[in-house]
């Protein structure tokens, strides 16, 4: 059972656009939502984190919007940059029982410059 | 701190020899966590450790996978006979124990193939 869907697989994006990255989960326990980036050859690094009490979350030119109703949240990255390719994970995890983080599939996003 | 720390980076193996993975974690964090990433299955969490004891494993595929963590500052992945349906990347990340929001610390991997 994949508790945290993300989509899309992979998306092509332009210099100086808007990326989004969808995820959608099932468990309305989780309470934490961060997203990691990866480049090639590295392990995930956090990039930003969103508790469902706030419905966006903005650090430069990365936001996370949180719909709690639709259990659906994303990632926008405004302004893309080539630099920003990389692949992304959205996760989910339930803070009051442990520490497990549930990652979604990735999505592989290539800015052309 | 130059954070978390894996060994090898890479490792060619040939089916049916043992395979040891190893992680120095971050000083003073809490948890380590091992992870599997590989196309088809994504980033999937084989057993995690709070204070050096293995609290959910779950994960594991099957018995040819064992962890340990001797100390705090020392983990390995140990599988055993290898099978070339593990060749993957391994990750090994640490996190501190914080209120509220904790952020799990990555490795940079060790990829494995089993041929």
């Known amino acids: 059972q994949q508790q945290v869907k993300q989509s899309p697989q992979s998306l092509i994006v332009q210099k100086g656009g808007i990326s989004i990255i969808n995820c959608a989960y099932e468990?309305?326990?989780?309470?934490?939502f961060p997203w990691y980036q990866q480049f090639p050859g590295k392990g995930p690094a956090l990039l930003i984190a969103?508790?469902?009490?706030?419905s966006e979350k903005k650090e430069g030119r990365f936001t996370i919007s949180f719909n709690k109703s639709a259990k659906q949240f994303s990632l926008h990255i405004m302004d893309s940059q080539p630099g920003d390719s990389a692949t992304y994970f959205c996760?989910?995890?339930?803070?009051?029982?442990?520490?497990?983080?549930?990652f979604g599939k990735g999505t592989l996003l290539t800015v052309n410059p | 701190d130059a954070g978390v720390i894996q060994s090898p980076r890479h490792e060619v193996t040939e089916m049916g020899q043992e395979v040891t993975l190893r992680c120095k974690p971050i000083?003073?964090?809490?948890?380590l966590f091992w992870y599997r990433q590989t196309m088809m299955r994504g980033l999937e969490l084989l057993i995690y450790f709070n204070n050096n004891v293995p609290i959910d494993d779950s994960g594991m595929p099957e018995d040819r996978f064992s962890a340990k963590m001797p100390n705090a500052s020392f983990s390995t992945l140990k599988i055993q006979p290898s099978e070339p349906r593990d060749s993957a990347v391994y990750f090994c990340?640490?996190?501190?124990?914080?209120?509220?929001?904790?952020?799990?610390?990555f490795g940079q991997g060790t990829r494995l193939t089993v041929v």
């Open positions: 969103i508790r469902p009490d706030v």
């Open positions: 468990n309305t326990a989780f309470d934490y």
């Open positions: 996760a989910a995890r339930i803070t009051s029982s442990n520490y497990k983080l549930t």
């Open positions: 000083s003073g964090h809490d948890y």
């Open positions: 990340a640490s996190s501190p124990t914080l209120g509220g929001n904790t952020e799990a610390f």
